[in-house]
């Protein structure tokens, strides 16, 4: 079992940065094992994904509109995930979430990822 808390939402203007962060909690193989990815829901959207690492950091996957503007990392000896989002935009106004992988692939499905979090809200005004 996988406990996923989302921090570091927030209020930010447009052009403007955040870092989210994701922290891990439960048995620490769990955690090392998968691939882990940030999701985000607009309000009255879907939820879509963001980013994808795998379990060393080595591998990472990216939706189109995050190239560029947001990175993923992680830090598996403090368990913990990363989104540096950059130049944001109103329209990456969304919760974001942080979800485990039932594997070490990189997967841009939500049926992939078998725990997550709770979410973090991110406002971007113009």
Known sequence: QVQLVESGGGLVQAGGSLKLSCAA?????TFLTPAMGWFRQAPGKERE???AINWDGEETKYV??????????RDSAQNTVHLQM?????EDTADYYCAAAFNSLTSSFEADYRFWGRGTQVTVAS
Not at 25 to 29: D, E, K, L, N, V
Not at 64 to 73: H, L, M, N, V
Not at 86 to 90: D, F, G, S
């Open 86 to 90: 950059n130049n944001l935009r109103p």
């Open 49 to 51: 994904f963001v980013a």
């Open 25 to 29: 909690s439960g048995r620490a193989t």
């Open 64 to 73: 189109e509109f995050a190239k560029g503007r947001f990175t993923i990392s």
